[in-house]
């Protein structure tokens, strides 16, 4: 409830000034890269795997938030939430394969190595490549936390998770996500934690971490729980973990407050030196 608070006293002024200081600024977009190798002869991950790289013109230095989508990793399309347009940030939205065409752990895959590629591009676009956030929606938030909790994804492309800025995962399954059952024929509403749980690789130098959820009465089931869950574990190690719980959200309209919360997360980590 503090947070909850909190984030309600400061959600209004926090958009009006952050209006005022970008309404001057302005963006480009770039759109349908292929961030896998041309030499690739899947046809569906030629078609699938691109990204849109939104940036500030007549800037430098700036930080950049990898944008994975939702869709219970079934469907969903890549997009630049507006809530994230005109403020000083670089935007990379990301298509990743799906299922059932695709199956685990390809979307986790795709992700990292959408991901790596930011790492490796950012800076001709004017980013910092140190300064580089993961975030998504739903499953977005599932592939935001596999991936930057389990380093193996990024190591096969020469990225070291530890470098990742901060992650912001908004609603996203803790547990093994539940279309990875599904796939297997087990049942969704069971929770399974193995190599594929967030919650089973917590591991030493972990980036930052916002957890963010809806109303647990509003969201879907155990959501809030499970991020719970895996808060109180970080927090049993030290690390720097925070949950809000946007109380009145449900898991589909959680995403514009939650906008706000990751705007000042990225603001906050990006000053640190």
């Given at each position: 409830m503090k947070h909850l608070i909190h984030f309600l006293l400061l959600f209004s002024c926090i958009s009006v000034a952050e209006s005022q200081n970008n309404t001057s600024a302005s963006y480009a977009i770039r759109e349908d890269i292929s961030y896998i190798e041309a030499?690739?002869?899947?046809?569906?991950?030629?078609?699938?795997?691109?990204?849109?790289?939104?940036?500030?013109?007549?800037?430098?230095?700036?930080?950049?938030?990898?944008?994975?989508?939702?869709g219970g990793l079934e469907g969903g399309e890549k997009h630049i939430p507006a809530e994230l347009k005109n403020k000083g940030i670089a935007v990379v939205a990301v298509n990743y394969r799906l299922s059932p065409k695709a199956t685990n752990p390809a979307y986790i895959e795709d992700a990292a190595q959408a991901t790596a590629w930011v790492f490796k591009n950012i800076e001709k676009y004017g980013g910092d490549p140190a300064k580089i956030f993961i975030s998504g929606h739903s499953a977005g938030g599932y592939l935001t936390l596999i991936v930057g909790f389990d380093k193996k994804y990024l190591s096969k492309h020469g990225i070291d998770a530890d470098r990742i800025r901060g992650l912001i995962p908004v609603s996203g399954q803790t547990n093994t996500h539940y279309t990875?059952?599904?796939?297997?024929?087990?049942?969704?509403?069971?929770?399974?934690?193995?190599?594929?749980?967030?919650?089973?690789?917590?591991?030493?130098?972990?980036?930052?971490?916002?957890?963010?959820?809806?109303?647990?009465?509003?969201?879907?089931?155990?959501?809030?729980?499970?991020?719970?869950?895996?808060?109180?574990?970080?927090?049993?190690?030290?690390?720097?973990?925070?949950?809000?719980?946007?109380?009145?959200?449900?898991?589909?309209?959680?995403?514009?407050?939650?906008?706000?919360?990751?705007?000042?997360?990225?603001?906050?980590?990006?000053?640190?030196?």
């Open positions: 030499s690739d002869t899947n046809d569906y991950r030629q078609k699938r795997c691109k990204l849109d790289v939104y940036y500030p013109l007549k800037s430098e230095g700036f930080p950049t938030v990898v944008w994975l989508h939702g990875i059952r599904k796939e297997r024929g087990l049942p969704s509403d069971i929770p399974v934690i193995d190599e594929y749980a967030p919650i089973n690789r917590v591991r030493k130098g972990l980036p930052p971490t916002l957890l963010i959820t809806g109303g647990r009465d509003l969201e879907l089931l155990a959501r809030y729980e499970e991020n719970l869950h895996l808060q109180a574990i970080m927090k049993s190690m030290d690390y720097d973990v925070k949950l809000f719980e946007l109380q009145g959200f449900d898991h589909g309209n959680v995403v514009v407050p939650a906008a706000e919360l990751l705007l000042r997360f990225v603001k906050k980590h990006s000053e640190e030196k």
